[in-house]
């Protein structure tokens, strides 16, 4: 057991790298949002090279929000790689419930390689677990019932810790649950929030042994980046940047007392 | 008949999911315009999901700045979809003129598909109706002759809303023209501000019936957000954190008596 | 011989067209970054076109930050067209060292094409001289020796200016060599600003003769811009903002006494 400002300490001294295989929308702010929180980003999607890149990486971040055949290849080939060396792998299975490809592509990933957490939203999370939800685009609309119970029973169908986002956030492994309220509206009006929580989690995962508590951590530390960004931000392009700032301003001496 | 704060509102309202097959330079920002103006943004150009995704759409938004074969199939297959089901599409024709294979890729998505709205520079709708131009690289350096003529005759020869942005932005649909002075110097210094300006008309047409009059209404709020960025700006760079913070505060209810 | 006042006042003047062919995290931010300096980015990767869009470019820029074979083959037609046209090629070669895939392929543009300017970090530059060096993910950690003998081996070696970048940068055509001061560590903060560096450098090539000096004065001219970025900044989203309004605000009548 680690608190948040205790994995966020190891993994500034760890530097870890952190291999993305991620989409278009975001690789810049994915790889900002991870140089400022601490880690070390890099985006990698050749065949070519998938496995021996992610062999040099603390985790794995996989993102099906701009996918298409030959990415869901190298990402399968960078996740088995991953699992054979015991590095965690976060997948994103954005739009997941939008759209057949993507929904199938989601499920392909999670029979086929062991993921460590399943981060997205409810609408999302609720498509792979065969629960009916609307995702407009890659934006959850509606997921019935208890984001809560969504987690856990997520969590024990695919055999995952699942993260799931939302005005509070609900980790859990399957047994234990973590809820998270930290976090600001204005998290919203900005794109690729979301994808930079996936792979703030994985740098997380790569700091830390539990990965139901490195998951709950990314999720305090960003939500918190979130809220000190939103002080002071005029709209949305403000409180972009200021985030960023927010994340390498985080102190580990502090945080803990700002878990929500 | 509506005037641009009501079609805003509607806007608003109604949160059109825009479905964009654009160039990798501009996504993120593309995507942050939109959320910023109140549209909800999707990004998905993968053969297989792309009839599926624009199904769900308000409207498409095609953009050959940074184009390959595979993405041009998308295109086609997309825009297709599209007709069929009556949604609006918008085509922005980034660096025709420049190359053979952009002029050739603009032409032939104007000749297979419906083009609802093609939205792009002097030179490049100049080029798209055999009117000597000169663009360099995507920039439109010349093209001969009046703006206004050259839209209504592009709306005529190729059964388009033609929208010609430049200092002041000419838009017809053969018979009506529409003048838009809105915005600012500014806009020309940061990249992407032509494909913004392309995806708002894609969401401002999924906001409105009449499509000549959502693709000035269009011009006149991107414009007036950037004349409201542009007030404080030191810089190309907060010029363009600042223009999402305009989108965002665009007030429907005083944009009217600001139009130019 | 030039001063980089000089050079920029050129460039600003000659307004050149620089074609990139790079990686999807840094697009936006490259062409960001040669627009608020005064110079024209164009992006095109596809096979159709590359060889007529670089006949078009006073430069070109190849970044193989994330690499697939389809772009590798267009980096190839482009540089080998910009050769017949003695048009000047940058090579960025990003990850060296990192995967076997980056390495080799880095090898293969030096072969295969006459690479004007190779602009790189030392564990980069290191590996393509067959130096053992230290490269996680696209980060120099360790390369042995004094970098001003590893940018003039380079020189020699591979028959480039070599463009060493780090705290201090070194830059040598194997005879000369030239160490730039300039700089600031928040450039270290954000992604991309190695990238920046390599567009930056191609637009001075296009408008300089002399490739030793053009190189060096970009990095000039690039690091004086973060230290002007730096003062004021809160953080690296505000320093990434201020970049480019700095970019945009480097007076040609000031800047040579400002070089270090």
Known sequence: MSTVGETLRTLRERKPLVHNITNYVV????????????????????????????GLAGALAINIGTLSPSWVDAMLAAAKAANERGIPVVLDPVGAGAT??????ARRILDEVDVTVLRGNAGEVATLVGVSAEVRGVESIA??????ELAREA????????????PVDHVSDGEREVEVANG????ATVTGTGCMSTAITAAFL??????LE??????QAFGIAGEDA???????????????DALAALDPGTIDGRVR
């Open 230 to 244: 939103a002080r002071g931000a005029t709209g949305p392009g403000s409180f972009h940047v200021a985030l960023y």
């Open 214 to 219: 490195a998951a709950a951590q990314a999720l």
């Open 143 to 148: 997921a019935g019932g208890d984001p809560g």
């Open 100 to 105: 057949t490809y993507r929904t199938e592509t």
């Open 27 to 54: 690789m810049n702010e994915t790889a900002n949002a991870l140089l400022a929180l601490g880690a070390l980003p890099v985006m990698a999607h050749a065949r070519e090279e998938v496995e021996e890149m992610v």
């Open 155 to 166: 969590a024990r169908t695919l055999e995952v810790v699942a993260s799931v986002t939302g």
């Open 184 to 187: 600001d509206a204005m998290l």
């Open 206 to 211: 790569a700091s830390s042994d539990d990965p």
